[in-house]
C-alpha cells in the first residue's frame, strides 16, 4: 500500500516530511518559483518548488540550486499537465499566509505516476459532453461530494432501520413477470424464455413479511422503460425501499419515512453543511416533524383555487400541480415537504389496500419534496381474495401473478413501505437541475454509455 497523507489531515500534522499523492489542477510557473495545486479525494493544497533554470557555473552541486537534480525537477513540473497524478516527497510548512489551507509542501522530489492528456471538458462544457466523460467531471470537488453526501445520507438511514432490527436484503433484478404492470418494462432472453428487468423490489419485500423477517430495507437498482427525457427520469436508478409488518395504516409508514428523512438530513448538514454551502450555495434544512399531510383531493382543491386547475383525464396529480401544492406549503407551514395522502384507487397498484368503507380511495401516499415527487409509500391489502379481486378490477390474470399470490395463502401479517428515488433526493436536497447530475452514472433512452 503506497504511503501517502490525505491532505484533510496535513492540517493537523506538525511541520516536516510528508508523502502526497493526487492529480495536478494547476500549474504556476514563475521565473524563480514554481507552485502546484495538488488534489487528491480528500481536498487541495499548495506545492511549491524554488526554481533553477540552469546549471550553477563551475562544478554543480550535487543538489540543492543549481544542481542537476534541481534542474531536473524544475523541468518535470515545468511539463506537468492538468490531470497528471504524482507522488510528491516534501517538507510540510504550515504558514497562514497560504490562502489554501494555511500551508504548503516545498517539493523535494516528484514521481510522474500517470500522464494526462489535454482534458477534453472545460468548466462551461455542456452537461450531455461532461456526461460523456464523467470521470474527468467527478474530479471536480461539486460534483466528487455530491457522492460523498449520498454515502452520509445512506449511512443515516441505515443506522435508524440497523437499530430498529431491520434486516437489509437483495432482491433479484431478473424476474419472470411484471412486478407491477406491463408497461414500461425492459424484456430480455433468458435462455428458453424470456425476462423482465425489476421495476422495484416490490414482490420480494412483501414476500419478506409472509417470511417473518418484520422489516426489512434495500437500496439497489431498478428499471423503467420510459421514453421520458424529463430531469426527475432515468430508465436505470437506485430505489431506497423498506417494508415493515404490523402496522394499522399507512400513518406508520409516513411516521417512519419522516424519521428516515430528518436522520438522513441531519447527518448531511453535520458532515457537509460547510461544503454545501460554498459549492452549492445551498442551506441544509433538517425538516421538523410531523410533516404536513393534504388528502390529494384537499390539494388538488387548494391549486385550483389558486387557478391552475390539473390538465388530466385521471385522478393524478401533475407535476405542476406538485409544485405548486409544494409552494402552498411553504408558505402555509414553512416546510419543504409535504405528504399528500388518500389518491384514488383508479391511479394505485392492485396491491395497495382501500380505504374501509370507501373503496375509491387507498391507504397510500406520495412525498413531494421542494415540489417534486420523491416517493410513493402505502399499506398493502394482505387478504388474498381481495387481492384477487382488485388484481382482475387491473385486468391482471391472478394465474399470471400465482407466485406473488402465494405468499398471501400461508398467512401474512398487515404490513407496508415505500420506495424513494435516491438521485431524485440529492438533485433536490442540493438544489441541482437534474438527477443527471446526482446518478454516477446516468441511464437513459439514449444514454449507455459510459
Do not use: C
Amino acid at each position: 500500500m503506497t504511503h501517502r497523507t490525505l491532505i484533510k489531515d496535513l492540517a493537523a500534522l506538525p511541520d516536516g516530511p510528508v508523502t502526497v499523492a493526487g492529480w495536478v489542477e494547476t500549474v504556476r510557473d514563475q521565473k524563480k518559483v514554481q507552485f502546484i495545486i495538488l488534489r487528491d479525494e480528500s481536498g487541495a493544497a499548495q506545492l511549491v518548488n524554488p526554481a533553477t533554470r540552469e546549471l550553477a557555473e563551475g562544478e554543480a552541486p550535487e543538489s540543492g540550486p543549481g544542481s542537476a537534480a534541481a534542474l531536473a525537477l524544475t523541468e518535470t513540473i515545468s511539463a506537468l499537465s492538468h490531470g497528471t497524478f504524482v507522488r510528491v516527497t516534501g517538507e510540510l510548512k504550515h504558514d497562514e499566509r497560504v490562502k489554501l489551507g494555511g500551508l504548503e509542501v516545498k517539493i523535494a522530489a516528484l514521481e510522474v505516476v500517470s500522464e494526462a492528456l489535454e482534458t477534453p471538458i472545460a468548466a462551461d462544457s455542456s452537461l450531455d459532453k461532461r456526461l460523456d466523460w464523467r470521470f474527468l467531471d467527478l474530479r471536480q470537488p461539486k460534483q466528487s461530494l455530491i457522492f460523498r453526501v449520498q454515502t452520509t445520507f445512506l449511512h443515516a438511514l441505515r443506522n435508524v432501520w440497523v437499530e430498529k432490527g431491520f434486516i437489509e436484503i437483495q432482491t433479484p433484478k431478473l424476474m419472470a413477470s411484471a412486478s407491477e404492470s406491463r408497461a414500461e418494462l425492459f424484456q430480455l432472453e433468458y435462455f428458453e424464455t424470456v425476462a423482465y428487468l425489476a421495476q422495484s423490489p416490490q414482490f420480494f419485500k412483501q414476500m419478506a413479511q409472509s417470511a417473518g423477517f418484520g422489516g426489512i430495507f434495500e437500496v439497489g437498482p431498478a428499471f423503467r422503460a420510459d421514453p421520458s427525457f424529463t430531469s426527475r427520469h432515468a430508465t436505470e436508478f437506485t430505489s431506497v425501499d423498506t417494508e415493515f409488518s404490523w402496522i394499522d395504516s399507512h400513518e406508520d409508514v409516513m411516521a417512519l419515512h419522516e424519521e428516515l428523512m430528518v436522520a438522513g438530513f441531519q447527518a448531511v448538514a453535520d458532515k457537509h453543511g460547510d461544503e454545501i454551502r460554498e459549492l452549492f450555495d445551498v442551506e441544509i434544512t433538517v425538516p421538523q416533524r410531523p410533516f404536513p399531510r393534504i388528502p390529494l383531493a384537499e390539494a388538488k382543491r387548494i391549486v385550483a383555487e389558486q387557478g391552475y386547475v390539473i390538465p388530466r383525464a385521471d385522478d393524478d396529480m401533475d407535476p405542476e400541480g406538485e409544485r405548486r401544492i409544494s409552494q402552498y406549503v411553504r408558505e402555509t407551514y414553512g416546510h419543504e415537504f409535504v405528504f399528500l395522502t388518500d389518491y384514488a384507487s383508479s391511479i394505485r397498484p392492485f396491491y395497495h389496500m382501500r380505504h374501509e368503507g370507501d373503496p375509491s380511495l387507498t391507504n397510500s401516499y406520495d412525498l413531494i419534496f421542494n415540489g417534486v415527487e420523491i416517493s410513493t409509500g402505502a399499506q398493502r391489502e394482505h387478504r388474498i381474495e381481495v387481492l384477487e379481486a382488485q388484481a382482475r378490477e387491473k385486468g391482471l390474470e391472478p394465474e399470471e401473478l400465482s407466485f406473488y399470490l402465494d405468499f398471501f395463502r400461508y398467512g401474512v401479517p398487515p404490513h407496508g413501505g415505500f420506495g424513494m428515488g435516491l438521485a431524485r433526493v440529492l438533485m433536490l436536497m442540493l438544489g441541482e437541475s437534474s438527477i443527471r447530475e446526482t446518478t454516477y452514472l446516468f441511464r437513459g433512452p439514449t444514454r449507455l454509455l459510459p
